[in-house]
């Protein structure tokens, strides 16, 4: 089973540029989140879709921006860069969005690495 | 202060050791509980999943939560160098916030043969 892919793996941008970024979770995983790590603040929570529709949302600019289409797919955009986006973006995916008893845990891909020149 | 605090380390033990590692929380909506094995360029992999307190074993890696101290620890038994990697632990809620992560910084594991 094909696990978290994320596209592309590298990208140099320049400042005030945007990105759109990609994931394809575990098939028949409905919940993306999306994450950013750097090494000063580690592993950030952006946000989370589920069934098309963003369900949770962290301390993030609206520059950042995302979107789920109905083959769970996701996508997120980071307009107006800027340096301090240099970062590792994570994206995760689910196959029980709601936790329930036991749950399941989230599934990582290797993620997409970008540098802000 | 952080939700969740983890000793970023780093750690460095020899081959055959007995690593601990641990977290704390302090949020008690947390119900979740995990650990991942980061390697350098490549995503977090899922090491243990734990729903409730106490023991869960899966091979040399031992996961334990106390959620009366809301403590979390990850044991590793007869280290490897193959184990040398970034530990991450992460928790989160039930219910609609289950898709949200909250991650420790991370613990630096070098094991040295």
């Known amino acids: 089973k094909a696990g978290v892919t994320q596209t592309p793996r590298y990208l140099i941008k320049t400042r005030g540029q945007q990105v759109t970024l990609s994931c394809s979770p575990i098939?028949?995983?409905?919940?993306v989140s999306w994450y950013q790590q750097t090494p000063g603040q580690g592993l950030q929570f952006l946000f989370e879709y589920f069934s098309e529709t963003q369900r949770n949302k962290g301390n993030f600019p609206g520059r950042f921006s995302g979107r789920q289409f109905s083959n769970s797919r996701s996508e997120m955009n980071v307009s107006t860069l800027e340096l301090g986006d240099s970062a590792l973006y994570l994206c995760?995916?689910?196959?029980?969005?709601?936790?329930?008893?036991?749950?399941?845990?989230?599934?990582f891909g290797d993620g997409t690495r970008l540098s802000i020149l | 202060q952080k939700e969740v605090e983890q000793d970023p380390g780093p750690l460095s033990v020899p081959e055959g050791a007995i690593v601990s590692l641990n977290c704390t929380y302090s949020?008690?909506?947390?119900?979740?509980f995990m650990w991942y094995r980061q390697y350098s360029r490549k995503g977090p992999e899922l090491l243990m999943y734990t729903y409730s307190s106490g023991n869960k074993e899966d091979g040399r890696f031992t996961a334990q939560v106390d959620k009366s101290s809301k403590y979390i620890s990850l044991f590793i038994r007869d280290s490897q160098p193959s184990d040398s990697a970034t530990y991450l632990c992460a928790t989160n809620a039930g219910g609609t916030s289950y898709g949200k992560l909250t991650f420790g910084q991370g613990t630096i594991l070098t094991v040295h043969p």
């Open positions: 098939s028949g995983h409905r919940s």
């Open positions: 949020n008690s909506a947390f119900q979740y």
């Open positions: 995760a995916s689910s196959l029980n969005p709601l936790g329930r008893g036991q749950g399941q845990p989230q599934h």
